[in-house]
């Protein structure tokens, strides 16, 4: 062989190797798995070669999809339920399409405009919103939605004001940089008047411009001003309770009903008691505070074993200045990625706009 053919069997040798992925497949290769999975989402039944090429890749032979099938098959993409069944996607080959799929979907407006007006209706209230957008995506995806509430840090308040509603009653009204508002009526052994409570108001804020924490404003408060004292006490018990509570907002939960994946009752119940043990998927949405956008938990490697056959798609959403918290949905492995990705894409991008452009209250 000449050098120049040299040259030319190296250069193709290197664009062939391009054109694959880290499981060597080629690009005819990806479109037939894509398909499968796509036919298998919509049937919930194995998928064959000719099925393929009658209704989704008609330029291949049912026998070189065959080949395809059965190499994809030797890399732990797909399994065969039974010898003479169709083939359907493993949790690695589900992994591998939600993968390829993030880098294809965008942004649909239509569906952005539709959330954006219906959110903006409740937007004064941040639990309200949450609740509607957590019931909206399970309306729109067919399956259970789920929403973390913020958790407001005691460092991350920004303003604190006393106001006085009843005899040694007082409203506490405390503003986190995250953008929501939180409400609290605690009971004095003391009947403040507005005009002290005001001025409390004004000392204590004065201290969180200068960047004091609430702990540290208490110590100058035991130091220097007794009469403020109890009242303070009260406050951070009312703080502490914030801090500990993170709430997950579910809606949908029939919808698991009818996924043929969850027909067993002993698999329902342990699903649903999964969403009764709510610390297991609240510390699995924290998670998504390390990725910048949606990201998908597929079956047991992903859920830990808690949940197997289910899939969770989330992404983090933001407030002014950080991550406030985590919405997702949650359904069977053989759920409509390409609907339920941007659907939570599009609703996270929302909540952190709607927090960011102004007060978002908890009434």
Excluded: W
């Excluded at 190499?71 to 010898?83: F, N, R």
């Excluded at 985590?326 to 952190?352: H, W």
């Amino acid at each position: 062989m000449t050098k120049e053919g040299r040259i030319i069997t190296l250069t193709l040798a290197m664009r062939k190797s391009r054109d694959r992925d880290e499981f060597g497949l080629t690009q005819k290769q990806k479109d037939v798995l894509t398909h499968l999975i796509d036919i298998y989402i919509k049937r919930s039944e194995p998928v064959g070669s000719k099925t393929i090429a009658q209704e989704a890749v008609k330029d291949l032979s049912p026998a070189t999809i065959r080949n395809y099938l059965e190499e994809m098959e030797e890399k732990g993409l797909l399994y065969k339920p039974h010898a003479s069944a169709g083939r359907i996607p493993t949790e690695k080959g589900l992994k591998y399409y939600v993968k390829e799929l993030m880098n294809k979907i965008e942004e649909r407006e239509e569906e952005f405009n539709f959330l954006k007006e219906r959110l903006c209706q409740v937007h004064s209230n941040y639990k309200e919103l949450l609740k509607l957008t957590s019931n909206l995506l399970a309306s729109l995806s067919h399956q259970v939605a789920l929403v973390l509430l913020p958790r407001p840090e005691p460092d991350s308040i920004t303003a604190i004001d006393f106001i006085r509603v009843a005899y040694r009653k007082v409203l506490v009204v405390v503003v986190f940089k995250v953008g929501m508002v939180e409400n609290k009526i605690i009971e004095t052994d003391t009947d403040f008047t507005q005009k002290e409570l005001t001025n409390y108001s004004l000392l204590v804020n004065e201290f969180l411009d200068k960047g004091m924490t609430p702990f540290e404003i208490r110590d100058y408060i035991l130091r220097e001003m007794k009469e403020l004292r109890a009242l303070y006490d009260k406050l951070l018990s009312s703080l502490k309770e914030l801090v500990n509570e993170q709430d997950l907002i579910l809606e949908g939960q029939s919808n698991l009903l009818d996924a043929p994946e969850f027909a067993s009752i002993e698999y329902m119940k342990k699903v649903f008691k999964a969403f009764e043990e709510k610390s297991k998927i609240v510390k699995l949405l924290d998670k998504t505070v390390k990725t910048k956008g949606v990201i998908a938990y597929i079956g047991k490697e992903d859920l830990h074993n808690e949940l197997d056959s289910v899939a969770i798609v989330a992404a983090p959403y933001y407030g002014t200045d950080n991550y406030a918290g985590s919405i997702g949905i949650i359904g069977p492995m053989r759920m409509n990625y390409s609907n339920v990705i941007p659907l939570v894409g599009t609703a996270a991008k929302l909540i952190s706009n709607l927090l960011k452009e102004g007060m978002v209250k908890h009434e």
